[in-house]
């Protein structure tokens, strides 16, 4: 018999971060840095060590699907039968307890190393508010049981997002970079209203398991009114455009990267396991919806397939060690992307808890180089670091051996079960996405080992800047150093599970049955006969030994390869070809190093185009019709006025004369009535 899950020990995950967030934010002013970060801290502990017992049960065969709290009910929504229910209330099968224990733990990470991080920032406190209300907003997402609670979580995430980008305010690029990120996340947040509104009003109810019990109501539904398009697949696409703008996808993407204006520590808990990873859970949990309509699916696949490949040869010319990674990002969330349209679900999840941990293993590890460059992000003015932070060197191969999917460590399992399912699918598009994917193993491996070698290897250019840098505020040249165990340590601790958690997690996430019992459907993932990609793979599946073992004659594992040996030929053997390849194919190299020009056309297209469409819209509707109104009826007024002033002459007489005129008026009036 199944085992129900706590709800007062379910809902103790969420409130300890909201505890710690408040009890710092609002007493900030009369709080100590050491309190503050030790309230905070002990809040995300507690969730962390609550997640892992629930997780633990969960994988007992224990779960949870209730109201926690009912706070409102609208009647008459959207049809004369249906009630909205606003309501607090919790989902909790594996896939949320998985998710659950990666956002606690990474935040721990971030919040151990934001103490040595942020150690002489005067906003100390607040920045730890600040992280606390994050992950409190995202575990609220992550763990909700219908779509309202979750619309809360994505909105949340957002907020916070928008507050951490631009902590330090005083700095104009993160004033605009925050400014970005809210608004490029509101046009995806559009989609997914108009998703969820439409699930809603043929559904009746946003709640999970009314919806995936009663999803042939939108099947059944047929085409969207006064259209020809099938209602699941425009809702399916709604609901897929706010995973768009959340997880950063082609062509919402161009936030991510300026994103990177924040501090360091948001980098990695935004990037790496949370706020960019919504979109795909989001998907994921919806797979009940979008397994019912291919055409949705093919749209997922291509827009994967091109933020996969396209974003990372944008990684190959980034100067900033922060960019890099961040491209970084935006590709792997590509596969991600490309392996929920090959309804390859499981493996997608799989790359997102691989990713969270090396993902942010980079991000921390890139932060202390920062620190040990005295604030220098240019990867042009390093070199030779290996020798001065060996704990972050050696730290930092491990992240990137895990990015490149080498064998044996955790990214190689999650990554090699996309390319594969995406080898098996037959779906439209496929075809372009495994193209896009083997493509981006070498890309990848290009950019990732590009960074490391300019960073860690080769000349110490620091010693003799031949430019400016760009963040060397006291623009002094000092001795690079290790920083504080604060820093090293979460390198450490997430160097752990960058190197074992794939194989460890391969066999039950992939072929085993660690999503196989839900608590709405028979699985907690639901994916069509009609789409058999993942089971292929699961009666070919022999364990991760042999996985990794078979792979060596696989075509990814001699991409990653080539693309580390060019890395080292280029930028430590001869690094003076980079150079001349840049003046050879100088226009590949311009396009690339303005993004695609995708910035500059959305400034002359949207906002010049906005700013001179509201300026004539004011000109047309403000001041010629409302102004024109408003002052018209005035001067109308004025000049009425004007003529009727000229009877008013004083003179008594001439009164009198009027009212003789009007009394034989009335008169005559009274006697043609009268016949």
């Known amino acids: 018999m199944a085992m129900t899950l706590n709800p007062n020990l379910l809902l103790a995950v969420p409130l300890a971060p909201l505890a710690g967030s408040l009890i710092t934010g609002l007493c900030s002013k009369t709080i100590s840095r050491y309190n503050a970060h030790r309230v905070t801290i002990f809040g995300i502990a507690i969730a962390f060590i609550i997640s892992v017992r629930v997780l633990l049960q969960v994988m007992d065969c224990a779960s949870f699907n209730g109201t926690i709290y009912e706070w409102a009910i609208l009647p008459g929504i959207a049809s004369g039968q249906a009630t909205l229910k606003l309501e607090i209330g919790f989902l909790v099968d594996s896939l949320s307890a998985m998710m659950m224990c990666v956002v606690t733990f990474v935040s721990l990470m971030v919040h151990i190393y934001t103490i040595g991080y942020m150690a002489e920032d005067p906003s100390y406190q607040r920045f730890f508010s600040y992280i606390s209300l994050f992950t409190f907003s995202m575990l609220m997402l992550v763990m909700s049981n219908n779509l309202l609670q979750l619309f809360f979580g994505w909105e949340a995430v957002g907020l916070v997002s928008y507050l951490l980008i631009g902590f330090w305010y005083s700095r104009p690029t993160a004033v605009h970079a925050n400014l970005k990120a809210f608004l490029v996340n509101r046009i995806g947040d559009f989609g997914f209203l108009l998703g969820i509104g439409l699930v809603f009003s043929y559904v009746g109810s946003l709640n999970y398991g009314d919806i995936f019990l009663h999803r042939e109501m939108l099947t059944s539904a047929g085409v969207l009114w006064g259209t020809q398009w099938q209602l699941i697949t425009v809702t399916c696409i709604c609901l897929f455009i706010g995973a768009m703008g959340k997880s950063a996808q082609f062509p919402l993407h161009v936030w991510l990267p300026d994103s990177m204006e924040g501090p360091t520590p948001i980098s990695a808990l935004i990037h790496a396991a949370t706020m960019v990873t919504a979109g795909i859970f989001m998907v994921t949990r919806m797979s009940p919806l979008f397994e019912l309509s291919d055409t949705a699916l093919s749209f997922v696949i291509v827009i994967g397939s091109i933020t996969t490949l396209f974003m990372g040869f944008l990684g190959i010319v980034q100067n900033d060690i922060k960019r890099v990674i961040a491209y970084s990002t935006l590709s792997q969330l590509g596969y991600m992307t490309v392996a929920l349209g090959a309804s390859a679900y499981s493996a997608a999840v799989f790359h997102l808890m691989t990713h969270a941990f090396f993902k942010a293993l980079l991000f921390l590890g890139a932060g202390s180089v920062i620190i040990g460059m005295h604030h ?53 598009g496929s075809g372009f996405a495994y193209f896009a994917v083997s493509v981006s193993v070498f890309v990848t491996a290009l950019y990732s080992f590009r960074m490391f070698f300019m960073v860690f290897y080769g000349h110490e250019r620091f010693r003799g800047l031949h430019h400016q840098p760009r963040y060397n505020y006291n623009h002094s040249v000092h001795e690079p150093f290790e920083p504080s165990w604060r820093i090293t340590l979460p390198l450490v601790v997430l160097s752990i599970p960058s190197v074992v958690i794939g194989a460890i997690a391969v066999g039950p996430m ?86 695609y020009y995708i910035d500059k056309i959305n400034d002359i297209v949207f ?60 008169l005559a009036l009274f006697v043609t009535l009268r016949r």
């Not at 491990?398 to 080898?423: H, N, Q, W």
């Not at 699961?538 to 390869?561: K, Q, Y």
């Not at 109104?629 to 109308?636: I, K, P, T």
């Open 510 to 595: 992939i072929s085993g049955d660690f999503f196989s019992h839900g608590v709405v459907l028979d699985k907690v993932i639901y994916v069509s006969e009609y789409h058999g990609a993942i089971r292929k793979m699961t009666m070919e599946f022999r364990g991760w030994i042999p996985m990794a073992f078979r792979s060596i004659l696989d075509l990814p594992v001699w991409l990653a390869l080539a693309g580390s040996i060019s890395a080292w030929f280029l930028y430590l053997k001869q690094p003076n070809i980079p150079a001349v390849i840049c003046q050879r194919f100088s226009i590949i190299y311009t396009l690339l190093d303005n993004k």
């Open 607 to 666: 906002t010049k185009g906005v700013v001179t469409f509201s300026k004539k819209l004011w000109r047309g509707c403000d001041v010629i019709v409302i102004d024109g109104l408003v002052n018209g009826s005035a001067r109308a007024v004025t000049r009425f006025a004007s003529v009727i002033r000229l009877l008013q002459t004083g003179y008594i007489y001439h009164y009198a004369f009027a009212m003789v005129i009007g009394m034989l008026g009335l």
């Open 376 to 428: 220098n992000q240019d990867i042009r003015d390093m070199g030779g670091l290996r020798k001065y932070m060996p704990i972050t060197w050696c730290t930092s191969l491990i992240g990137i051996l895990s990015l490149i999917g080498t064998p044996f460590f955790s990214g190689f399992y999650s990554k090699d079960s996309i390319i594969e399912a995406v080898k098996l699918s037959h779906l439209p």
